[in-house]
């Protein structure tokens, strides 16, 4: 009772004008015993001692100010009772002080509006393809049905037509299963030839994607068998461009390939298939369908409330069937299930998954550089702090207060970021290789609902997660000593220069290991760059086009236009070829070998190529042994065989195989083996070159591909002059007649490699943004660090140190903090680039040289971040530090 | 001159000034603070509370009695304010000043 006034009373005496302390005592003193009878004697007197202890301080201050007037902070902080009008006045708060402080402002939101847009835009391209649903109902019922055959390394390989009928006609887990080849088709008779995107499907598929035609109907079974019906489904798009949405479409004959189409229906807008193609033909088996050609993507919908895994049960039966029946063909093959969704963008997955891992340590840097701008700007409010602490508010809301500011941050750097993410996504679209649009969902690819959803997320937590130590660290500074006015916070300023210097070394951590990611993949691209491609790419010029009549007027056809070419004065050579190097159809097909019997250990097979003579010469593929084709292998004399060295590696090891003969399972000739060529890259320049057999093409092998045959050039004029050329050439022949698209082979190779290149440039620029927000963040810490102990340099100075022993003094700091960096980013490195494994050719996760440059870099860079706040050092004017 | 220290009435000095106004005879810090509370809804602290006090009455607008305590606070001593003259001619004039703004405005801000 009086007890406490008393104490109160000699604390005022320290704190308050003496006029003053008594009657405040008293009032307290009234006040305290007021609420002694309502809440009892220990929290009335908590509550005294507490509102006595904030008068003192706010007393204290007003002196310490000299009679200055308040701050409205105190008022405006108190203002709203609510939980939301706080809310919204720390916002308006938070808006003034960042609005007061341009340039950390500007810094803080560059950096955050890099880091969450580059996630957003990241973000909306994996949310796009990985995560939505494929545009089909039940879409994940949507099955694709590959074989495994381990003897080929393949998991999820093209499955043969005789195959497919049996697993549509056997199983009993899927309502409706189809099959799918791509198809290059020409359109011609009632307007401009053109060519046009294609595929090939039997009945069924429109069941399996769950799609109606929107007007006509679905091909039945029926024309699935050779010489009944020639019908085709037009698209949606497809429809508009070339028919103007004509209903009368439907019932209507086309000329596709030369040849007359029954239009039987029309697809609705929503359909959407990954090759994009313009039209569909039922596929029609002639003769009996093949075990051994694998050409066919297969897919199937699961019946209603059937499960995958019975699926792969039934088929695994199936499978196992066949494999008895059909050893020859067959032998250790197994049908492999995945949902078609996973099968569409399996191939992209390992890349946009690094490419968002390496995204989220963009951020990660970046928060960790507001983080420090923030502690930067605490130590300059530490006034304004002491001051509302002093006149009653609470640390929560002290930190409530500071972490709406954040958050605001946060939110404005969000919003900035949205703007990039959107800019950079158009950029993105226009970089997109050829391979990539295909992937589902890729065209819709934009800001919307969800990235939205995801950009607030995201800005919302990363306030917070940059916030929320320096909030708790300002809010925790030593009242007293921050009040006066010399006040140097000792304590605060040791711990905010260790927490400093942690972020900074976390920062250099995460950009290393952003850094050897980059530089792994750059090493992968310069190998697959150096790659070579096993012919001359230089200055050929390549034009598919398919010729849809029978095969003698196609031979004709084919003849006249090699010849007419070849007249073409600036062409050095020219010839014909079918899959030309690179181009995505291929195709393999089981041989037989003369005189091996039993089952080969390996598969035999062989990629089956129909060439012209001059084909080697025109590519500059190197002829290894025997000879090349000339005009005499022609029908009528021996047929023959040119083999790649991959084939003779693999099936005669040992042996000169010139002479030998083989014979292909779909028909019985026997081929005699004249010659051997060096291996094509045409996978790709990162895979491995499969057996391949080059047939002459006026001898009749796998005659369907004798009606596609690429017009390989090589000659120095640009490309821009031989197209028209070819162009005309081919309208001399045949008017009705169009030809693909004329393109050089190098911006093939490049096309190819478009995937590698835009991952690797996207890693790149995240790493790039790292450093750059690394060494600024350097910068800031080491211009701090010597900004507070410039009198400690001044004395030593004073007692004799040169200048030389001081920048050795300062860059040891930032050379322990570059190390400890780069020795934790190094382990870090080690322990997550393997998730990086399958994107890298030629190199491996750890390799030395790139751990090493990259740190190398890093540390230089790390260097001349320092070197400029270090060289201030040495410049601290002795006599000036000491006077003050 | 009068008018400059007229306008520099700060708001929150006006809302002191007129519940020192409000209460009489009975104005002291525990009670000008409850007035506030009760009118406003403003729960301010005590120290803004004594530094404006002890500012409006260097400025000149309060004079202040230490007077005999009352029983309920144990007989402690107690400080009382009340209005100088400036003070009512402060307030007048910010009252006049701010229903000049008013005018015109009342649909507006209706």
């Known amino acids: ?884 | 001159m009068a008018t400059n220290d007229v306008s520099a009435l700060g708001e929150f000095e006006q809302v002191v000034l007129l519940a020192i106004l409000r209460l009489g005879d009975d104005a002291y810090a525990v009670t000008i603070r409850e007035e506030i509370l009760q009118c406003t809804g403003r729960d301010v602290s005590r120290g803004s509370i004594y530094i404006t006090l002890d500012r409006l009455e260097t400025k000149g607008y309060l004079k202040s009695r230490l007077a005999d305590s009352t029983p309920e606070r144990g007989g402690r001593a107690k400080r009382y304010y009340e209005l100088r003259p400036r003070a009512i001619e402060a307030l007048k004039e910010g009252r006049r000043a701010l229903v000049a703004l008013w005018r015109g405005l009342e649909s507006v801000l209706a």
């Open chain 1, 1 to 884: 009772m009086t007890r406490h006034y008393s104490r109160v009373l000699r604390l005022f005496a320290r704190f308050l004008p003496a006029d003053l302390r008594e009657p405040i005592a008293g009032d307290l003193h009234e006040e305290y015993l007021r609420l002694r009878e309502r809440r009892g004697p220990t929290r009335a007197a908590a509550w005294l001692w507490w509102n006595a202890a904030r008068l003192a301080f706010t007393f204290r201050w007003e002196r310490a100010t000299h009679g200055r007037p308040l701050p409205p902070i105190g008022d405006e902080l108190r203002e709203f009772s609510h939980m939301w009008d706080g809310l919204r006045q720390d916002i308006v708060f938070g808006a003034r002080m960042l609005r007061r402080q341009p340039a950390f402002t500007f810094v803080a939101l560059l950096a955050l509006a890099l880091g969450i847009g580059a996630n957003t835009a990241i973000f909306s391209i994996v949310d796009a393809v990985l995560w939505r649903p494929l545009p089909y109902p039940s879409s994940n019922t949507v099955i694709s049905l590959g074989e495994q055959r381990p003897r080929e390394n393949r998991l999820h390989g093209l499955v043969a037509a005789a195959d497919f009928y049996d697993w549509r006609r056997d199983n009993r887990t899927f309502s409706a299963m189809a099959g799918i080849e791509p198809a290059s088709v020409n359109i011609s008779g009632d307007a401009e030839p053109e060519r046009i995107r294609g595929i090939i499907v039997t009945a069924g598929l429109l069941d399996v994607l769950g799609i109606k035609p929107a007007l006509g109907r679905d091909f039945t079974r029926d024309e699935e068998i050779e010489g009944r019906h020639q019908v085709a489904i037009v698209t949606d798009g497809f429809w508009r461009r070339r028919f103007g949405a004509d209903p009368s479409i439907v019932g209507r004959k086309i000329t596709l390939n030369a040849n007359p189409y029954e239009v039987v229906g029309v697809l609705p807008a929503s359909f959407w298939w990954s090759s994009t193609p313009d039209v569909l033909l039922a596929y029609v088996t002639s003769g009996e369908a093949s075990r051994a050609n694998h050409s066919m993507e297969v897919v199937g919908r699961l019946k209603p409330g059937g499960s995958f895994d019975q699926a792969s049960a039934d088929l695994d039966a199936i499978g196992k069937r066949l494999s008895e029946q059909y050893p020859q063909t067959n032998a250790r093959h197994f049908p492999h299930l995945v949902t078609l969704q996973a099968s569409m963008v399996g191939d992209v997955k390992p890349a946009l998954i690094v490419l968002l891992g390496a995204v989220g340590l963009v951020l990660l840097i970046a928060c960790a550089n507001v983080a420090m701008l923030l502690l930067a700007r605490a130590t300059s409010r530490e006034r304004e702090i002491a001051v509302r602490l002093a006149i009653g508010a609470g640390r929560g809301r002290l930190v409530r207060q500071l972490l709406t500011e954040s958050v605001l941050l946060a939110t404005v750097g969000g919003a900035a970021g949205v703007l990039v993410a959107a800019w950079s996504l158009t950029a993105l679209r226009a970089l997109l290789p050829a391979s990539l649009r295909l992937l589902p969902g890729i065209g819709q690819v934009a800001v919307d609902v969800r990235v939205l959803t995801f950009a607030i997320g995201v800005s919302v937590v990363t306030g917070v997660v940059f916030g929320v130590i320096p909030a708790f660290m300002a809010a925790d500074q030593r009242l007293a000593s921050a009040l006066h006015q010399e006040g140097r916070s000792a304590s605060s300023g040791a711990r905010s220069t260790r927490l400093r210097a942690a972020l900074v070394v976390g920062e250099l951590a995460l950009s290393l290991v952003l850094l050897v990611g980059a530089g792994l993949l750059l090493m992968s691209f310069k190998r697959v760059l150096d790659v070579s491609p096993g012919f001359a790419p230089q200055n050929l010029i390549v034009a598919p086009i398919v010729r849809s009549s029978p095969r003698p007027q196609a031979l004709t056809f084919y003849q006249e236009l090699l010849e007419r070419v070849r007249a073409i004065p600036t062409l050095e050579a020219a010839a014909l070829g079918t899959p030309s190097p690179l181009s995505a159809i291929d195709g393999r097909s089981g041989f037989g070998i003369e005189g091996r019997t039993g089952e080969s250990p390996i598969p035999v097979r062989a990629r089956p190529r129909i060439i012209t003579p001059g084909y080697f010469a025109t590519l500059g593929i190197p002829l290894i042994a025997g000879r090349t084709f000339t005009e005499r292998d022609a029908e009528g004399s021996p047929d023959v065989v040119i083999l790649n060295a991959a084939a003779v590696h693999r099936y005669w090891p040992n042996e000169n195989p010139i002479g030998r003969r083989i014979t292909f399972f779909s028909n019985n000739r026997w081929l005699e083996i004249v010659g051997i060529v060096g291996d094509v890259k045409h996978a790709g320049l990162d895979q491995d070159t499969d057996p391949e057999a080059y047939l002459s093409y006026r001898q009749t092998h796998f005659a369907f591909m004798g009606q596609r045959l690429s017009l390989i050039v090589r000659t120095h004029a640009s490309i821009a002059t031989i197209a028209p050329m070819l162009r005309t050439v081919v309208t001399e022949i045949d008017r009705n007649q169009p030809i693909g698209a004329v393109s050089a082979m190098e911006d093939v190779i490049a096309e190819t490699v478009a995937p590698r290149r835009l991952n690797l440039w996207l890693v790149a620029a995240f790493a790039g943004v790292a450093l750059v927000l690394t060494a600024s963040g350097l910068y800031g810490v080491m211009s701090y660090l010597v900004a507070q102990r410039t009198r400690e340099i001044g004395v030593r100075m004073a007692l004799g140190a040169t200048p030389s022993s001081v920048l050795q003094l300062v860059l040891r700091q930032a050379g322990t903090m570059t190390m400890a960096g780069i020795a934790i980013g190094l382990i870090g490195a080690l322990g997550l680039t393997r998730f990086l494994a399958t994107l890298l050719f030629g190199v491996t996760t750890t390799d030395p040289f790139v751990y090493a440059s990259v740190a190398v870099l890093l540390a230089v860079v790390a260097l001349l971040a320092a070197a400029i706040p270090s060289s201030r050092a040495t410049r601290v004017d002795p006599l000036r530090v000491l006077r003050t």
